[in-house]
């Protein structure tokens, strides 16, 4: 089944408490979802009946699973739910760099996991997972890693759930405005410009969202020598 609409749709939203993920069940509200489970490790009140409140841990093995035994209408899950910051590789502890990759690569590849089945079974749907311009440079060291890995992850889920109708799209962004990015003045995106961009390649079956220039640039300079994207190497 190809996503045409969110007419009638059914969307989970990981990390909804959040403020992309705040946005992304707005939009989805917005674009006429029938319903939105909005998950988090503590769910809040929405003042909208078709939101879903809903507990999901996606470091816990037992919440992820509990969570697609009970949301099994789900057309549409938006795998945004993550942790920013982080240590370097070679100077941070094991115990940084094994949280980095618990909530960035196995939390996102465990709702993934879960929901693929459930996806199947409404017809395919549509799987989008959030990813970073920092998938493909890696200046955040555990960050970065943990986001590169959730790339490949996402292009080797695009092709094993193919063959079951469900369209798996990754999204790469820098800076968005939003509480986590509050302790920088870089240049931010607006969050409502990137979830709307990113519902809008759902919709039009793409496989791959740059929601901003600099994502854009950083794309195209991977087939650039390497002096390209890492200057500081320069001697």
Known sequence: ????????????????NGGL????VRQALEAGAAKVYATARTPREWDDARVVP???????PESVAAAAATATDVTVVVNNAGIGAGSGI??????????????????????????APVLAANGGGALLNVH????????????????AALWSATNSL????????????????????????????DPKSDPAV????????????????????????????????ILALYPQLAG
């Open 158 to 185: 695009r092709l094993e759930l193919a063959p079951q109708g469900t369209l798996v799209t990754g999204l790469h962004v820098g800076w968005i405005d939003t509480p986590m990015a509050a302790h920088t003045s």
């Open 54 to 60: 809903l507990q999901l841990d996606v470091t816990d």
């Open 90 to 115: 070679a100077t941070g502890t094991d115990a940084e760099l094994r949280a980095m990759f618990e909530t960035n690569f196995f939390g996102a590849v465990a709702v993934a996991r879960a929901f």
């Open 194 to 225: 990137v979830v709307r961009d990113s519902y809008a390649a759902l919709l039009a079956g793409e496989y791959e969202v740059l929601a901003d220039e600099l994502s854009a640039s950083v794309k195209q300079g991977l087939s650039a020598p």
């Open 132 to 147: 970073s311009v920092l998938s493909w440079i890696g200046i955040a060291g555990a960050y970065s890693a943990a986001k």
């Open 21 to 24: 993920g705040t946005e992304f």
């Open 1 to 16: 089944m190809s996503l045409t609409t969110f007419d009638s749709a059914v969307v989970l939203v990981t990390g909804a």
